[in-house]
């Protein structure tokens, strides 16, 4: 079973950087699709960035030229750089993968997600 765990997020004032990683354990391997989706309270878990087995990724409007994604195929690792933050940036954060997918920003189709890392950034 693919297990994983997000880490990174915290408080920050607008205009600020968070770095979000998320490990992967379990039968993982490269050719996993990979994404980082968001929920803030009331409203629907939304894609955020979403990245492919070749490195090609693509990002929610919202949060393009601030925020990117990349990943280390030898870790099993993903991560999301977030700059200029804004306080509608707030959310819960997760970290999603399946092998089947495709490079996706809709959450229905991943099968396997993390616990959520939790972002607040402040005006």
């Known amino acids: 079973q693919v297990r994983l765990a997000e880490s990174g997020g915290g408080s920050v004032q607008a205009g600020g950087s968070l770095r979000l990683s998320c490990a992967a354990s379990?039968?993982?391997?490269?050719?996993?699709?990979m994404g980082w989706f968001r929920q803030a309270p009331g409203k629907e878990r939304e894609g955020v960035a979403a990245?492919?087995?070749?490195?090609?990724?693509v990002y929610a409007d919202s949060v393009k030229g601030r925020f990117t994604i990349s990943k280390d195929n030898a870790k099993n690792s993903l991560y999301l750089q977030m700059n200029s933050l804004k306080p509608e940036d707030t959310a819960m954060y997760y970290c999603?993968?399946?092998?089947?997918?495709?490079?996706?920003?809709?959450?229905?189709?991943?099968?396997?997600w993390g616990q959520g890392t939790q972002v607040a950034v402040s005006s």
């Open positions: 999603a993968a399946d092998r089947w997918v495709g490079r996706t920003l809709d959450p229905h189709g991943y099968g396997y």
């Open positions: 379990g039968y993982t391997y490269r050719h996993y699709y």
């Open positions: 990245i492919d087995s070749d490195g090609s990724t």
